[in-house]
């Protein structure tokens, strides 16, 4: 059975290897160590392996592991955000990637204010419209989140993030990737942004290279670093 430390050296020769199919460099792709339903314990692995940067689903589990975990690392909220947990965010997460309203940033925006401490924010596309996922799902309501948040002084909007359909074969998989990259594009161009509006968080375990070939800049990988998921007691 490998270990951590080899999953994650191979998940980083598979993110350079899609990146300079790209065109691009390894260093041009952010890898998120998505370590929901995991002990702190395997952060601190990922850790000593050199990974800084983790992601969760849920912000009372991830405190937990801000709080018992190696000091110097960068946590991304990369699940949906309750708005009556917005208050936890700022000071514990450098980065959003499920805002998918404008209720939701205007709370977290005031969260931010109270406790002086921007939030960078990436907005979730659901283009696919499943009902089990978050995420905006058309352009209108994109348009009108997107100029919300340029009213925002404590929101630092920096890209889009996609979930695409599963049950969508490589090529469908690859159309919607592309989709998003091109819908970046539209969006800055439109709302007169500059290049820090950039990232697209798209691609996970099954699909994170189809992704980086497509235009991801954030890959959120789990299972292929720490394994199968662990089953957490409710409560």
Partial sequence: MSTITENLA????????????????????????????????????????????????????????????????????????????????????????????????????????????PVEVLIQLNWSGEDTKSGVRNISDLGALMGGLLACNYLDPIGLMTIPDPEMDETATRKHFAQMRELLETIRKDFGLGPEFKELSMGMTEDFEWAIEEGSTIVRVGTAIFGKRNTLPKG
């Avoid at 990369?78 to 499920?98: C, D, E, I, M, R």
């Avoid at 005031?110 to 002086?116: F, L, M, N, P, S």
């Fill in 10 to 117: 191979l998940v980083r020769e598979r993110v350079d290897a899609a990146a300079r199919r790209s065109g691009r460099k390894a260093e041009d792709v952010t890898l998120v160590a998505v370590s929901k339903t995991q002990p702190v314990e395997a952060v601190w692995e990922a850790f000593q392996a050199g990974q800084r940067v983790f992601g969760e689903n849920k912000v009372q589990e991830a405190l937990g592991k801000i709080a018992k975990g190696p000091k110097g690392c960068e946590w991304h909220l990369v699940g949906h955000l309750q708005s009556n947990k917005a208050g936890k965010v700022p000071g514990n997460f450098t980065v959003v990637h499920s805002l998918d309203s404008s209720s939701l940033a205007l709370e977290l925006e005031k969260r931010a204010g109270a406790k002086d401490r």
